[in-house]
């Protein structure tokens, strides 16, 4: 069983970062016939998402929340002993783009870096990654960025596709303190085509046929996000003892209106505790559980403590959940940028 308390784990802090530029559902008439948009609004949820201006990157999306996280917490290069981004569109094929952000961002040498590709339950194993790190000895603070920009194969031919996604990037700290992380991963890897984007990759490298964007099978998606990931949010609280009407919210991937109202009855859960953002930045995959806390302690009252749980599923398949506190004060606001990172490509 893949679970774990983590001690002597504090969350320090959480900034997220979106593209200034807001796109309205509504717009999506200029692709498909405005009864189609609508019953997509209701059913999703999604009223408007924020995209990049073409040149933006996930990796971009990340660098403006963590250096106004670290500038917020008075943190130079020195303070950082591992990197972590987690992404499902890296900004090339080599080397990992956790290397262009360690640059970028200015963190010492001895400092662990590495890039993982995952989608929806990112954040979720990201703090697992570092939690673990912290705990064992290896580093004292680490830093998990999570971002997604898909800049090159976009499907506008279908609704669910082409209103579905926006853009966003993610930082937070993570550091040897005095509270704990309990967490519970999975995965089953017979779901791969489930979601899934096959060309252009090394088994199938050519481009001129086949699909070159994300495909859905979204019966099965449903069918996986609606059974396993109740049952994953039962079985964490009866192992670490703790009921879920105890934790302050529950932080869901943000994957549709729909699916977070499905998860919410299964497990007995008043939708007053499952935040949503979506409706104004959409499903950003990776980093919707922490744009989704960002969002709500936009709405909160300074000097809160939250008690979470969180729970990130799809691509993979992969699902977990998480717990830990953060101080409401600790999650910087929303950053709008139109902020790239300026390069020749040679």
């Given at each position: 069983?893949?679970?774990?308390?983590?001690?002597?784990?504090?969350?320090?802090?959480?900034?997220?970062?979106?593209?200034?530029?807001?796109?309205?559902?509504?717009?999506?008439t200029?692709?498909?016939?405005?009864?189609?948009?609508?019953?997509?609004?209701?059913?999703?949820?999604?009223k408007?998402?924020?995209?990049?201006?073409?040149?933006?990157?996930?990796?971009?999306?990340?660098?403006?929340?963590?250096?106004?996280?670290?500038?917020?917490?008075s943190?130079?290069?020195?303070?950082?002993?591992?990197?972590?981004?987690?992404?499902?569109?890296?900004?090339?094929?080599?080397?990992?783009?956790?290397?262009?952000?360690?640059?970028?961002?200015?963190?010492?040498?001895?400092?662990?870096?590495?890039?993982?590709?995952?989608?929806?339950?990112?954040?979720?194993?990201?703090?697992?990654?570092?939690?673990?790190?912290?705990?064992?000895?290896?580093?004292?603070?680490?830093?998990?960025?999570?971002?997604?920009?898909?800049?090159?194969?976009?499907?506008?031919?279908?609704?669910?596709?082409?209103g579905?996604?926006?853009?966003?990037?993610?930082?937070?700290?993570?550091?040897?303190g005095?509270?704990?992380?309990?967490?519970?991963?999975?995965?089953?890897?017979?779901?791969?085509?489930?979601?899934?984007?096959?060309?252009p990759?090394?088994?199938?490298?050519?481009?001129?046929?086949?699909?070159?964007?994300k495909?859905?099978?979204?019966?099965?998606?449903?069918?996986?996000?609606?059974?396993?990931?109740?049952?994953?949010?039962?079985?964490?609280?009866?192992?670490?003892?703790?009921?879920?009407?105890?934790?302050?919210?529950?932080?869901?991937?943000?994957?549709?209106?729909?699916?977070?109202q499905?998860?919410?009855?299964?497990?007995?859960?008043?939708?007053?505790?499952?935040?949503v953002?979506?409706?104004?930045?959409?499903?950003?995959?990776?980093?919707?559980?922490?744009?989704?806390?960002?969002?709500?302690?936009?709405?909160?009252k300074?000097?809160?403590?939250?008690?979470?749980?969180?729970?990130?599923?799809?691509?993979?398949?992969?699902?977990?959940?998480?717990?830990?506190?953060?101080?409401?004060?600790?999650?910087?606001?929303?950053?709008?940028?139109?902020?790239?990172?300026?390069?020749?490509?040679?």
């Open positions: 069983m893949i679970s774990k308390k983590f001690c002597n784990i504090s969350i320090e802090g959480l900034a997220c970062a979106v593209p200034s530029k807001a796109v309205l559902s509504q717009e999506l200029d692709l498909f016939d405005a009864n189609s948009v609508n019953r997509f609004v209701a059913a999703t949820g999604i408007q998402r924020h995209v990049t201006n073409g040149k933006q990157t996930g990796s971009d999306l990340c660098y403006v929340a963590a250096k106004k996280l670290m500038a917020e917490k943190l130079n290069g020195d303070d950082i002993d591992a990197l972590v981004f987690v992404t499902q569109f890296p900004d090339y094929k080599i080397p990992s783009t956790a290397y262009v952000l360690q640059y970028r961002l200015g963190l010492k040498q001895d400092c662990l870096v590495f890039d993982v590709n995952l989608g929806c339950s990112a954040f979720i194993n990201g703090i697992y990654f570092l939690a673990g790190l912290i705990e064992s000895g290896t580093i004292n603070r680490g830093l998990l960025l999570v971002g997604d920009v898909d800049m090159e194969y976009q499907n506008t031919s279908d609704i669910s596709f082409a579905m996604f926006g853009d966003a990037g993610s930082a937070c700290l993570i550091a040897k005095t509270d704990f992380v309990n967490g519970m991963i999975r995965s089953d890897g017979s779901g791969y085509k489930t979601i899934w984007t096959p060309k990759g090394a088994r199938f490298p050519q481009k001129n046929n086949g699909p070159l964007f495909t859905m099978n979204g019966e099965d998606t449903f069918t996986f996000t609606i059974t396993k990931v109740p049952k994953l949010l039962k079985e964490f609280c009866n192992t670490f003892e703790t009921p879920i009407e105890s934790f302050d919210y529950c932080i869901l991937h943000q994957a549709n209106l729909m699916v977070l499905q998860i919410a009855k299964k497990i007995k859960l008043d939708m007053s505790k499952v935040p953002s979506l409706d104004k930045y959409g499903n950003t995959d990776g980093s919707s559980i922490p744009v989704t806390i960002v969002d709500l302690c936009e709405k909160l300074k000097g809160e403590r939250l008690n979470l749980i969180a729970s990130g599923f799809g691509v993979g398949l992969s699902w977990g959940v998480i717990s830990f506190t953060v101080a409401s004060d600790d999650v910087l606001p929303m950053i709008l940028t139109d902020d790239y990172y300026k390069e020749d490509y040679i």
